[in-house]
């Protein structure tokens, strides 16, 4: 295993993290935060519990999901992306490096920038909000998996997209709606029969139960379901990419 | 010794349907300096970028120094450096980490002394903190060799080199060519500067419409292939080459000041003697004499005009 070469492009990916610091942690964190602000203290004080929990601390487990889901595939699509784009990628493919090692290395440092922006989010929804995680261990492991699960799905997209455009779309005309119907803002037995089938189809539901599960221990959906769900999403993206280094997919002509 | 690149009916077939290389059969041996001319689109690239992993082939076997490019890609690829022809480098980065990250990617325990080296060799040094988007054309195109050298490669790609670069890079860069030959390093260079190929290569492939037309040494194609030409300057203007001199090779300049013979260096007997004696004897007296020798651009041209 080339060992330096996964090294080499993890900390290339990490350098630029630290170096774009405003738009990469502070932004998602001012922007949550006002979620935290708006749905938390302001109208969350006017509302029931759900479950036994203040609405403040039942949109927590979701919102960071949303920032999660969203910054996990942000940067390892840009990550990949962007040697595409400047033509850097020539390096990548001509070194010695297994496709598996180039994943570890992209995918490593996104997972790892979205684990640490969500581990700041939940510190900083603690000034707005009280909250408890029942299962800490559960919790961070929802959220290393969850990172580098959708991580692996942004990479796709980063091979996928030829434009900057098709880099946005995915996250903000998919991603965003199935968070936001996935049970962030509410329980789905809130919801009608025929709508609780329905959202069981959207594969965020099974992210935010399993999450919630992990701070107050109530879920939707069955926890172990949840990590399977999770799992399973996870197994499907490598297949992917491991097709598409096999066949050169927009990588090699 | 096993050669350092052996390709052996190498095709590629692009999706397209267009065939960039047909039945490519090319040996490099160790320590040479290997020029690839060929005009834009013969297939230079592809078949560099197919030897360093770019571009995959549609069939034919590559090897690296005995290891195949495609079922031993680790082992062919350490051995192996490409500098590209296009100016293709991170912005933000700064020369050092750049150039240590080529080195970790291709899998080499970091070794400060020798990317400083590199760095040194390269007029880079000073230039080791800066952004790379901060630098000029000429410094890139040196940070792209710094990071192509940074894992110390048995053989060296350069893709047109010299592409846009000023006198003095261009130099510097034959002066660091050389230097790499001595300590063993194979380079195989493309270039549309045929100078450069004159200059330094060892032997020359010359490749057109995707086929490898000829490889040879380069003193022994431009002994086989090049043609001198001696050039008399006439004591009184010709109006046309006299009838009686018209079996020769002659020809008049525009002007009539001067006759041009055209002679084969290859062929032990030049004519030279019989055509001096004979313009004696026709009365045609010069007042000077040069030869010249064809140089490889004309070679070059005359052997692609040749295959279109």
């Given at each position: 295993m080339n060992v330096y070469g996964i090294r080499a492009i993890y900390k290339f990916e990490m350098a630029r993290m630290w170096r774009t610091l405003m738009q990469s942690v502070l932004s998602p964190v001012i922007s949550t935060s006002?979620?935290?602000?708006?749905?938390?203290?302001?109208?969350?004080?006017?509302?029931?519990?759900?479950?036994?929990?203040?609405?403040?601390?039942?949109?927590?487990?979701?919102?960071?999901m949303l920032s999660l889901l969203m910054q996990s595939i942000s940067n390892a699509s840009f990550g990949i992306y962007m040697p595409k784009f400047s033509g850097t990628i020539y390096e990548v493919l001509s070194a010695p490096v297994s496709f598996v090692e180039v994943v570890i290395g992209y995918v490593g440092a996104a997972a790892t920038k979205s684990t640490i922006l969500g581990l700041i989010i939940l510190l900083t929804a603690r000034l707005f909000v009280d909250y408890s995680v029942d299962h800490p261990i559960w919790m961070?492991?929802?959220?290393?998996?969850?990172?580098?699960?959708?991580?692996?799905?942004?990479?796709?997209?980063?091979?996928?997209?030829?434009?900057?455009?098709?880099?946005?779309i995915v996250p903000l005309m998919i991603v965003t709606p199935l968070v936001f119907l996935g049970g962030t803002f509410y329980s789905i037995s809130m919801l009608p029969p025929i709508w609780q089938t329905i959202t069981l189809f959207n594969p965020v539901v099974y992210l935010i139960s399993?999450?919630?599960?992990?701070?107050?221990?109530?879920?939707?959906?069955?926890?172990l379901l949840c990590a399977g769900m999770t799992f399973l999403f996870m197994v499907i993206c490598l297949a992917i990419i491991a097709m598409i280094f096999k066949t050169g997919y927009r990588l090699r002509s | 010794m096993h050669p350092d690149i052996s390709v052996t009916n190498l095709y590629k077939t692009y999706a397209s349907g267009h065939q960039a290389l047909k039945d490519i059969n090319l040996e490099i041996r160790r320590g040479e300096i290997f020029a690839l001319l060929g005009p834009n689109g013969a297939g230079k690239t592809t078949l560099i970028s197919i030897i360093c992993g770019i571009v995959n082939h549609t069939s034919g076997t590559v090897l690296a120094d005995g290891h195949n490019?495609?079922?031993?890609?680790?082992?062919?690829?350490?051995?192996?450096?490409?500098?590209p022809q296009e100016l293709n480098t991170d912005?933000?980065?700064?020369?050092?980490?750049?150039?240590?990250?080529?080195?970790?990617?291709?899998?080499?325990?970091?070794?400060?002394?020798?990317?400083?080296?590199?760095?040194?060799?390269?007029?880079?040094?000073?230039?080791?903190?800066?952004?790379?988007?901060?630098?000029?054309g000429g410094m890139k195109r040196r940070v792209m060799i710094a990071k192509a050298l940074s894992h110390e490669p048995q053989i060296l790609?350069?893709?047109?080199?010299?592409?846009?670069?000023?006198?003095?890079?261009?130099?510097?860069?034959?002066?660091?060519?050389?230097?790499?030959?001595?300590?063993?390093?194979?380079?195989?260079?493309?270039?549309?500067?045929?100078e450069e190929a004159e200059e330094m290569a060892d032997r020359i492939g010359v490749i057109s419409q995707g086929q490898l037309i000829l490889?040879?040494?380069?003193?022994?194609?431009?002994?086989?292939?090049?043609?001198?030409?001696?050039?008399?300057?006439?004591?009184?203007?010709?109006?046309?080459?006299?009838?009686?001199?018209?079996?020769?090779?002659?020809?008049?300049?525009?002007?009539?000041?001067?006759?041009?013979?055209?002679?084969?260096?290859?062929?032990?007997?030049?004519g030279i003697a019989t055509l001096l004696r004979r313009l004696a004897e026709q009365g045609v007296d010069f007042k000077d004499l040069r030869t010249?020798?064809?140089?490889?651009e004309e070679i070059f041209v005359n052997l692609v005009k040749a295959k279109v």
């Amino acid at each position: 295993m080339n060992v330096y070469g996964i090294r080499a492009i993890y900390k290339f990916e990490m350098a630029r993290m630290w170096r774009t610091l405003m738009q990469s942690v502070l932004s998602p964190v001012i922007s949550t935060s006002l979620y935290f602000v708006v749905f938390g203290s302001a109208i969350g004080s006017r509302m029931g519990d759900i479950d036994g929990v203040s609405y403040g601390a039942f949109i927590i487990p979701g919102l960071v999901m949303l920032s999660l889901l969203m910054q996990s595939i942000s940067n390892a699509s840009f990550g990949i992306y962007m040697p595409k784009f400047s033509g850097t990628i020539y390096e990548v493919l001509s070194a010695p490096v297994s496709f598996v090692e180039v994943v570890i290395g992209y995918v490593g440092a996104a997972a790892t920038k979205s684990t640490i922006l969500g581990l700041i989010i939940l510190l900083t929804a603690r000034l707005f909000v009280d909250y408890s995680v029942d299962h800490p261990i559960w919790m961070f492991l929802f959220l290393v998996l969850t990172a580098i699960t959708f991580s692996l799905f942004g990479f796709i997209i980063g091979i996928w997209a030829d434009t900057f455009e098709k880099l946005q779309i995915v996250p903000l005309m998919i991603v965003t709606p199935l968070v936001f119907l996935g049970g962030t803002f509410y329980s789905i037995s809130m919801l009608p029969p025929i709508w609780q089938t329905i959202t069981l189809f959207n594969p965020v539901v099974y992210l935010i139960s399993g999450f919630r599960w992990a701070f107050y221990g109530i879920s939707d959906v069955n926890v172990l379901l949840c990590a399977g769900m999770t799992f399973l999403f996870m197994v499907i993206c490598l297949a992917i990419i491991a097709m598409i280094f096999k066949t050169g997919y927009r990588l090699r002509s | 010794m096993h050669p350092d690149i052996s390709v052996t009916n190498l095709y590629k077939t692009y999706a397209s349907g267009h065939q960039a290389l047909k039945d490519i059969n090319l040996e490099i041996r160790r320590g040479e300096i290997f020029a690839l001319l060929g005009p834009n689109g013969a297939g230079k690239t592809t078949l560099i970028s197919i030897i360093c992993g770019i571009v995959n082939h549609t069939s034919g076997t590559v090897l690296a120094d005995g290891h195949n490019i495609a079922s031993d890609y680790r082992a062919a690829r350490a051995r192996i450096g490409l500098v590209p022809q296009e100016l293709n480098t991170d912005a933000f980065e700064t020369v050092w980490d750049t150039v240590s990250f080529s080195r970790g990617l291709f899998g080499k325990a970091p070794n400060p002394a020798h990317i400083e080296k590199v760095l040194k060799s390269l007029s880079l040094w000073d230039k080791r903190d800066s952004r790379i988007m901060a630098l000029s054309g000429g410094m890139k195109r040196r940070v792209m060799i710094a990071k192509a050298l940074s894992h110390e490669p048995q053989i060296l790609f350069l893709d047109e080199p010299t592409a846009g670069v000023d006198v003095e890079l261009r130099r510097d860069m034959w002066e660091l060519v050389r230097r790499l030959r001595e300590s063993g390093v194979t380079i195989i260079l493309t270039t549309h500067y045929i100078e450069e190929a004159e200059e330094m290569a060892d032997r020359i492939g010359v490749i057109s419409q995707g086929q490898l037309i000829l490889v040879e040494d380069k003193h022994t194609l431009m002994r086989k292939l090049g043609k001198k030409e001696l050039r008399l300057h006439l004591q009184a203007p010709l109006e046309s080459v006299p009838e009686s001199l018209s079996d020769l090779q002659l020809e008049l300049s525009e002007d009539g000041t001067e006759l041009v013979y055209t002679f084969d260096t290859s062929e032990e007997r030049t004519g030279i003697a019989t055509l001096l004696r004979r313009l004696a004897e026709q009365g045609v007296d010069f007042k000077d004499l040069r030869t010249r020798e064809s140089s490889l651009e004309e070679i070059f041209v005359n052997l692609v005009k040749a295959k279109v």
